[in-house]
């Protein structure tokens, strides 16, 4: 693992000792058919973003992706309340590919454990949020609609994939 991708490490595990009261982000649709944006899928229980923040007692800390030679890894900075503001504001156009989202019906609070997994360069590209009753994962990835009315799950890649069941990541056919 090379310097950077051992600095961006260190980020995501001060995560662990958290205490967050929400998860907010922009929510990027799949595709955008003649009928609008489409931000659900029945093959998919979990959310594509474009940026995830958590906010906590202690500030407000900003999961993006950076590009790592071929692909992509995941990378922590903390944010200023009015810079999460300025970063919301979004087109009010009903047709657009993003929208505001709020993750809702799960029990957060303390982030008790940060669990990782790398890419064959060191880049973190997965990481698993463990509070005392469920499991945030992010992954750097995106979805793609293949034109056959089918979804396209690649990672790395420049999005996030939040998952509120980490099992889910493994049920995904993913393409590299």
């Known amino acids: 693992m090379n310097t950077y991708n051992a600095a961006r490490l260190t980020e995501i595990m001060a995560l662990a000792g958290k205490s967050v009261n929400s998860i907010t982000g922009i929510e990027m649709?799949?595709?955008?058919?003649?009928?609008?944006?489409?931000?659900?899928?029945?093959?998919?229980?979990?959310?594509?973003?474009?940026?995830?923040?958590?906010?906590?007692?202690?500030?407000?800390?900003?999961?993006?992706?950076?590009?790592?030679?071929?692909?992509?890894?995941?990378s922590v900075v903390e944010i200023s309340r009015e810079q999460l503001i300025k970063q919301s504001q979004q087109d009010s156009d009903r047709k657009s590919i993003f929208r505001h989202?709020?993750?809702?019906?799960?029990?957060?609070?303390?982030?008790?454990?940060?669990?990782?997994?790398?890419?064959?360069?060191?880049?973190?590209?997965?990481?698993?949020?463990?509070?005392?009753?469920?499991?945030?994962?992010?992954?750097?990835?995106?979805?793609?609609?293949?034109?056959?009315d089918a979804l396209r799950f690649c990672k790395p890649d420049e999005s996030l994939l939040l998952f509120v069941d980490p099992d889910e990541i493994s049920r995904v056919s993913w393409y590299q």
């Open 29 to 74: 649709a799949f595709s955008e058919p003649d009928a609008g944006p489409l931000f659900a899928d029945q093959n998919f229980k979990g959310v594509q973003l474009a940026c995830l923040w958590l906010e906590a007692q202690t500030g407000i800390f900003e999961i993006r992706t950076y590009p790592n030679d071929d692909g992509y890894g995941l």
């Open 101 to 148: 989202y709020q993750l809702t019906g799960l029990e957060l609070g303390e982030i008790l454990r940060v669990r990782t997994e790398n890419d064959d360069l060191g880049a973190v590209c997965i990481v698993h949020l463990v509070f005392e009753e469920s499991t945030v994962s992010i992954v750097a990835g995106e979805i793609y609609d293949d034109g056959h």
